[in-house]
């Protein structure tokens, strides 16, 4: 099973040249589109966000992520992770840094294969495709061992207090863990803060809210609003948590 | 065969996610996307849009359908439905209250399964998706029989008079079925009107009118132009359809 | 396998009822989405568009197309071609004739066989769909040799020197070939021009310049930036390549 984790975008043809690239080294893969509006050119809000969605993967399933690949950066090597049993396939660029950090056991290696005439701009289709088809097909296709300190980025911290991510709804997701905040903690924006609320009706219509979203991260969001509009918030803006006064 | 109709929309991991939960109950499932941007928090007005689709889909599909569940709403219970032989998951928020007043015979169920450690907030992919993976695999999860009488919104009517969807092109979808309106009404809006063509070229260029679409509704349309825009229609508006005066 | 490409979208039911159409035929198929934003109404940018894909192509997939189909207009008739070994489905509006004309062997087919109460305004439902599941199968549908003289619009040429769409990142792809063209040549926009370059990467952030894109078509970009933007493209905006001066 491959999940594809991608900035590309659902327009134009990029996702589908990439599935039909997995497709033509193995008819019997299984493609899951997890998300293609990764954020675009930012591996490092990606990494956040990306790290947030495996625990709720299937065991077997491979993740093929791709963001900013910088192609023809030398400086990016492509890249091949296995961190507690699970592969990833992707550039050296962070994006699987924070994975890697939480992980009991992680290895790491440069792709060598290289197809015959790969394309400088499409390694997603090119080169990254096959690689994950191959692994999941249980090949192994060239690759050198690389030292985990040799990876780009290595100091990225395993929480980011920044919003990486804004949904579908307005809803704006950080790069706080739940698991390391106190549901007495206020978000201050401003001139404005919101309170945590365990649920979205929870709160009234219109109402700003903070919670701990079904991937374990702290989101803020509004009741059947939009809290991007509302608080206006983009990816990279800071997130300043506080204890609430008594 | 899995069918998913929701209002997560394309953007972010949710259909994603979902999709990874049934892969992960039923690597074997076939899952097909077949709509991610019903009306968003508006399961009545989704609840037309879905009765127009069923017809044309595989005998055998299950429908997977969360439109708002209202998480955390006591009053939502997660559900299932069997009508013409057809499962249907999703809330008990009168999603399928149109397909069940339609069919021949139906019956429902409440949820009783629950997963280990519910997240209060994506019972799509804790709650929903398993259970369509256990259905669709000829297994049976806990469930208690529901009298039909105590679903929620039973009083909706089998047609609505009103704007449901605005789709790609800014066609403008109604509630109303085009086997209960004669060719020779008109659509009144405003100080405007529209008269029933049968296809898009029949019409000129620019020109509005309206149609019995492919799934049976009543549409209303302009040749190679956006009639939301021209017409400045939203979901919700009514739709007032009048006998032409000959 | 049967690839789609067609100006449906991802909102809607229409890719959706597509894929569902395909399933219902053919439970075995597997179906890849490769495009649903091709040029809307426009089968002339999205036959160049189309015909960049193919080569990247596995060897037996099949292309459903479907792009501004003209249900109703009696002159475009529902046709299957096969070119140099693969099938696609389509209407006869143009969307084939780029890929017809560099193929060494084609053949064309008007589709006779029809559905029980076929719908007119959903041809890529009732009649595409389906007959692109049976030739996927290896069944053969009605179907009726046509010269390749009565196919519409063969006078389009080989290359169009034209925006024929813009990508997600505001990339304004063309339809001339990077091999047609050489990398001394400039591209003018008004008072504006652009110079080659590899890679992005190879030029600073937030400047302009043309290269060949990953599918062998010109491509005008900007690095880290929005090239429609910066240079006010649109799909059918004429590009003009010259020579530098030296």
């Not at 893969?29 to 954020?39: G, M, T, Y």
């Not at 579908?168 to 106190?182: D, E, P, Q």
């Amino acid at each position: 099973m491959i999940l594809l984790f991608t900035d590309y975008g659902w327009q134009g043809a990029y996702a589908g040249q990439l599935k039909a690239a997995i497709y033509n080294r193995s008819k019997s893969a299984l493609v899951i589109d997890l998300q293609h509006d990764a954020p675009i050119f930012d591996p490092r809000a990606s990494a956040y966000l990306l790290a947030s969605l495996i625990d709720f993967l299937p065991h077997e399933a491979l993740v093929l992520a791709i963001v900013d690949p910088g192609v023809g950066n030398a400086a990016r090597r492509p890249l091949v992770m296995k961190a507690d049993g699970r592969w990833y396939v992707g550039p050296d660029n962070g994006l699987f840094n924070v994975i890697a950090k939480q992980a009991e056991r992680v290895e790491f290696w440069r792709i060598d294969w290289q197809p015959a005439g790969l394309k400088k701009t499409f390694h997603g289709r090119d080169l990254f495709a096959p690689v994950a088809a191959m692994l999941d097909l249980g090949e192994r296709p060239e690759l050198s061992s690389l030292a985990a300190e040799k990876i780009g980025f290595a100091d990225w911290p395993v929480e980011l207090a920044e919003v990486i991510y804004i949904d579908n709804f307005g809803n704006a997701i950080t790069g706080l863990k739940g698991s390391s905040v106190s549901t007495d903690m206020r978000i201050h924006m401003g001139e404005r803060e919101v309170c945590f609320a365990e649920t979205f009706s929870a709160v009234g219509e219109g109402e700003g809210f903070w919670h701990i979203n079904a991937n374990g991260l702290v989101e803020i969001a509004v009741n059947q609003g939009t809290a991007a509009l509302a608080y206006n918030l983009k990816i990279g803006d800071p997130v300043y948590m506080y204890q609430s006064e008594v």
